[in-house]
């Protein structure tokens, strides 16, 4: 009876899920956030967690500003940290020939189960036979991404992978854990849904925001990039865009007074960006250090008043099909591919930096264009 139940809530999930995907113009957006989530979910089970603005910051290629306080062997713990969740990306999106071979071996293991089996059920065998079998967890996570759109289930490479069922405090035990495995995809694809919606509702009102500005202006692409990636830097801005690093910083500061975008301020040069109130920009915004003209040298600060905690609203509804016919998503589509290549490009620099080069302790990949176009 619990395993019908997780049953049919996973599969309701899963079906509900495809359905707004379906054609929807923020799709590739949606995969590209998604993918970072579910790769931090999955480091996070597999004892490499990583908080969501190390891991953006980390893509865009920029050097962590960490607390003083933290040793040298604690910052190389978040170095590695990042570089382990973006190992696990390139495991889903795009395996080098050793890792295909490992992920067509874990299809083969998901195709061998009854054909009379749900294709749920058959996953959640077919992942308890791999690890069984003690073989690695990132190829049956490839796998069974494939395995959905082989089966029908998805239409789009959803990383769906159950991961919170692998957990060290969940029972192996069969009857516990296929139930686990499934509420657990059942999870993931409720959070899907919150996160395709708050994207949907976050950019339509930005879009709203900036109605009525001359059709060459930058300012709208912008909007859809902030819309597609957890955080942007001038410097991509200015590459995808074709305009230089300074007009890009008046564009995201533009963006920003008008209380669209929000800046993410753990450094005072080489600054990133967020669309206001997408994940994972909304637990870690804090107001830039900036020195107070009022504040004489050496004079206490005022003391700050805490602010309680800001409660996130539910999830608002998707938007009408009339509603979303009013934007131009070219841009957007074309973005993809670039920011795609942002995350190998930081992948690269992480394998770099751990064979003992140092292209993340000298300011990132891209820190050297933006440092001398970025003054505060």
């Known amino acids: 009876m619990v395993l019908a139940s997780a049953l049919a809530d996973a599969a309701a999930g899963i079906a509900r899920l495809d359905q707004a995907l379906a054609g929807h113009p923020l799709a590739q957006a949606f995969l590209y956030r ?16 990583i908080d969501p603005w190390h891991l953006a910051a980390t893509i865009e290629g920029l050097r962590l500003r960490m607390d003083p306080y ?67 967890r990132p190829a049956m996570r490839a796998a069974m991404v494939r ?59 930005a879009r709203r925001g900036i109605a009525g500005r001359r059709k060459d202006s930058h300012v709208a692409p912008a909007v859809d990039l902030l819309a597609a990636t957890p955080v942007l830097s001038a410097t991509t801005l200015a590459r995808i865009l074709g305009i230089t690093v300074k007009s890009a910083i008046r564009i995201l500061d533009t963006l920003v007074a008008a209380e669209i975008a929000v800046e993410v301020t753990h450094r005072s040069k080489r600054r990133l960006f967020g669309l206001k109130g997408l994940a ?17 040298r050496g004079r206490p600060r005022q003391p700050i008043e805490e602010e309680e905690a800001e409660v996130a609203p539910p999830p608002l509804p998707p938007l009408t099909p009339i509603e ?19 995350v190998r490009q930081a992948r690269r620099a992480l394998g770099m930096a751990a064979d003992g080069g140092n292209p993340v302790e000298s300011g990132g990949v891209e820190a050297g264009l933006e440092r001398d176009a970025i003054n505060d």
């Open 324 to 342: 979303r016919t009013e934007f131009d998503y070219t841009v957007l589509e074309e973005a993809m591919a670039h920011l795609g290549a942002v």
């Open 147 to 205: 395995f959905w759109r082989k089966r029908q289930l998805l239409r789009l490479p959803v990383p769906l992978t159950g991961a919170a069922s692998l957990r060290s405090e969940q029972s192996w035990a069969r009857d516990d854990w296929l139930p686990a495995f499934l509420r657990a995809l059942a999870r993931e694809a409720a959070d899907g849904m919150d996160l395709l919606y708050t994207m949907e509702r976050a950019w339509f009102e």
């Open 34 to 49: 998604a993918r970072l989530e579910a790769v931090r979910r999955m480091a996070a089970v597999d004892g490499q967690l």
């Open 70 to 136: 933290l040793r040298i062997i604690d910052r190389g713990e978040i170095l590695e940290k990042a570089r382990f969740a973006l190992t696990l990306h390139h495991w889903l999106v795009d395996p080098d020939f050793d890792q295909e071979g490992e992920v067509q071996r874990a299809e083969a293991m998901l195709a061998m189960q009854p054909a009379s089996l749900p294709p749920l059920i058959a996953a959640a065998q077919g992942f308890r036979e791999w690890i069984e079998a003690g073989d690695a």
């Open 280 to 296: 994972p920009l909304r637990e870690v915004v804090r107001p830039p250090y900036r020195p107070d003209p009022s504040r004489g």
